[in-house]
């Protein structure tokens, strides 16, 4: 008995629940660019991923549709903040375990690729210098790219180190033929996170990277702002209190040692400034309780 297929407006309906209900059950999600990832890489990442995170790709088109609509019956108006990150060909992967932890089990299925023609350069590729083991007849593909080689025991060796490609430009032909003939295989593909959703926030995946120590030092530089700021236009707060009381008695003690206006810590310092302006080293001219200096 042949089974029956389904149609298109059956499965855009069995993919809009499938959206709907993940959205309901999961509040962290990662968007993944997923350029040049084939169907047999997709199947180990969802395979290493577990059973704590799903990956849902589809056209963008069809995820913007069904956010908006189950914002509206929801009311979760947080989930539109994720219509402007849905660009180009990306993915969602739901997660209820760490982020960073997913983040990095998704970076590690990236699998080596050629450079085609007409492909966009990820990364500069760069030609290092060696013995190719090809012989004197391909010398020609190295005069086309301008590679200064020479003949080393009948095969071509390769001088200095050649930057064949730049990051963003196009692969041509004369490129990939090379490349190829030299075996190297300069690219590597896999879902990259591109952003980060969690509760309604949007952020940028580098946060993830974040310890605690950077985080301790991000602080320590906001509290060191608002002190400077606080203490510049005379505004008390509690990072600049201590610095305020500081000052104020330490103009309270200018005062003091310039007038006959006194008081007990200001006559310690009256006395250390007597002590050394008559230049008398008797150490008994001074009280033996010196603990009010450390105030």
């Not at 593909?189 to 969690?198: A, P």
Request: charged content about 20%; proline content about 4%.
């Amino acid at each position: 008995m042949a089974v029956k297929k389904a149609s298109k407006a059956e499965k855009k309906l069995a993919y809009d629940k499938k959206l709907c209900r993940f959205l309901d059950a999961y509040t962290q999600i990662l968007v993944v660019g997923a350029d040049n990832v084939g169907s047999k890489q997709m199947q180990s990442i969802r395979k290493g991923l577990g059973g704590e995170s799903v990956v849902l790709m589809g056209k963008n088109t069809m995820m913007k549709r069904t956010i908006r609509v189950h914002a509206e019956k929801t009311g979760n108006k947080d989930i539109l903040n994720l219509i402007p990150l849905l660009v180009g060909n990306v993915g969602l992967i739901f997660t209820k375990g760490d982020l960073k932890e997913v983040s990095d089990e998704v970076s590690k299925y990236k699998v080596g690729a050629p450079a085609r023609v007409g492909l966009i350069a990820p990364i500069d590729v760069i030609v290092p210098p060696g013995n190719t083991g090809l012989d004197p007849s391909q010398t020609s593909f190295f005069q086309v790219l301008n590679i200064p080689t020479k003949i080393n025991k009948g095969t071509v060796e390769i001088i200095t180190p050649v930057e064949l490609i730049k990051k963003g430009d196009k692969v041509g032909s004369s490129e990939a033929a090379l490349l190829s003939k030299l075996g190297i295989r300069p690219f590597s593909y896999g879902l990259i996170v591109s952003s980060v959703y969690d509760g309604g926030s949007v952020f940028s995946p580098q946060v993830l990277e974040l310890t605690e120590d950077d985080l301790i030092v991000k602080f320590a530089s906001g509290v060191s702002m608002v002190t400077s700021l606080a203490l510049a236009i005379s505004y008390p707060t509690v990072a600049a209190a201590p610095h305020m009381l500081v000052n104020g008695y330490k103009n309270a003690l200018a005062i003091a040692v310039q007038t006959d206006y006194s008081f007990p810590l200001a006559e310690k310092v009256k006395e250390y400034l007597k002590y050394y302006s008559t230049g008398d080293d008797d150490s008994s001219y001074f009280s033996s309780d010196y603990s009010l200096w450390e105030h």
